[in-house]
Nanobody, 124 residues
Framework: QLQACGGGLVQAGGSLRLSCAAS????????TGWFRQAPGKEREFVAAISWSGGSAYYSDSVKGRFTISRDNAKNTVYLQMNSLKPEDTAVYYC???????????????????WGQGTLVTVSS
């Protein structure tokens, strides 16, 4: 089970850190990603990180502004969001999949487990 938190209201240029905590039975080799969905739009890939935390992948829209990281001792994945823009406003979701090949997936259909969303609102 995944639970995302940390959303809120922030001014443009500000920062937020989202957390995604895994509970219950946890296993290794699960990569974790963040997606977001703005009103009236499809769910969009944001970033993903490998189980070890040694590699990550970002969408072009957040590259250089967002950083994904994880602490497996705490079963938690983070998304540090800096230089936020109004277009970053969305409900953010974390999700996980069993990583067999080490590849990163950007399609939501490839993810097996999802947390509830947390709303991020960036005011101009």
């Amino acid at each position: 089970q995944l639970q995302a938190c940390g959303g809120g209201l922030v001014q443009a240029g500000g920062s937020l850190r989202l957390s995604c905590a895994a509970s219950g039975r946890t296993a290794s080799n699960y990569a974790t990603g963040w997606f977001r969905q703005a009103p009236g739009k499809e769910r969009e890939f944001v970033a993903a990180i490998s189980w070890s935390g040694g590699s990550a992948y970002y969408s072009d829209s957040v590259k250089g502004r967002f950083t994904i990281s994880r602490d497996n001792a705490k079963n938690t994945v983070y998304l540090q969001m800096n230089s936020l823009k109004p277009e970053d406003t969305a409900v953010y979701y974390c999700a996980a999949y069993f990583s067999r090949s080490g590849s990163f997936y950007v399609s939501p259909r490839m993810y097996d487990y999802w947390g509830q969303g947390t709303l991020v609102t960036v005011s101009s």
